[in-house]
């Protein structure tokens, strides 16, 4: 765990830092609704497990890195580590969850529609859910890690074939992360100028995801050497949970069963 690639950002990177906060501040988010007994499928590093697994009563976290639950169980004793790939969630019975969460997950995810179903199966009646995924309206560039991302719509659509109660909303931020933003975008820009094919929406994502990676920890050192202080300054209160728009970041989808 000692290895980061810009997929997985760290809290130990200064350049990743307006990523990870970003994706911290949906963590925070969740707070008010996790009790109970609370599943969370794709813990990754456990970003917020010590955010949120004192609220509940039982945390069962899954991942597919065995690697990664090894060290989390050392880590946290009092959750409930398994590896897992999925979906299905198996050996997870029907009707045994108060709350799932899943952050950053679903576009990786070959079959989204299975991935809600059993979110829906596990959760008992009245349960929450919640997701979260990029908003592919302010991405900036094709992502080769995910199979898709979506729009506020998309998601949306794909919730309430599963789920009768969808409310989407959204983490956005302030004046100081958008300046971040439109720094990120115009460096991507001047990136993709040498794209003249169109090669990153031609080529199958396993080719693109080495270049992707040395070129965005590029950006991502870059952006910091030129603005040092606004990388490593912002923090996860600079980001808001936002009603529905194109403008937001990510996606913060509510479901209830």
């Not at 969630?89 to 809600?116: C, M, R, T, W, Y």
């Not at 199958?204 to 040395?214: C, F, G, K, N, V």
């Amino acid at each position: 765990m000692s290895t980061f690639t810009t997929e997985i950002a760290s809290d130990k990177i200064v350049s990743d830092n307006p990523i990870h906060q970003r994706l911290l501040k949906a963590y925070y988010e969740a707070m008010p609704f996790v009790s109970g007994k609370v599943l969370e499928p794709g813990c990754g590093e456990g970003r917020g497990i010590e955010l949120l697994s004192p609220q509940a009563e039982e945390y069962v976290a899954l991942d597919k890195i065995q690697e990664v639950i090894d060290v989390l169980k050392e880590k946290y004793t009092g959750v409930d580590f398994r590896q897992a790939v999925f979906p299905p969630f198996d050996g997870v019975a029907s009707d045994s969850f108060d709350v799932v969460i899943s952050f950053q997950v679903i576009e990786h995810i070959q079959n989204d529609k299975l991935f809600l179903e059993e979110i829906h199966r596990v959760l008992r009646p009245g349960g929450i859910a919640i997701i979260t995924t990029p908003n592919i309206k302010m991405s900036l560039s094709r992502n080769p890690w995910h199979i898709r991302e979506y729009t506020s719509t998309e998601l949306k659509e794909l919730a309430l074939g599963v789920f009768s109660k969808v409310e989407m909303k959204g983490i956005a931020g302030n004046e100081k992360v958008m300046t971040y933003h439109e720094q990120n975008r115009a460096s991507v820009n001047r990136i993709m100028r040498f794209d003249v094919f169109n090669l990153q929406h031609k080529l199958p994502a396993q080719l693109l995801r080495i270049p992707y990676e040395i070129l965005n920890r590029f950006n991502r050192n870059k952006l910091q050497g030129q603005d040092a202080g606004l990388v490593a300054e912002i923090h996860h209160d600079d980001y808001f949970l936002a009603d529905e728009s194109d403008q937001n970041l990510d996606l913060f989808c509510v479901l209830t069963k």
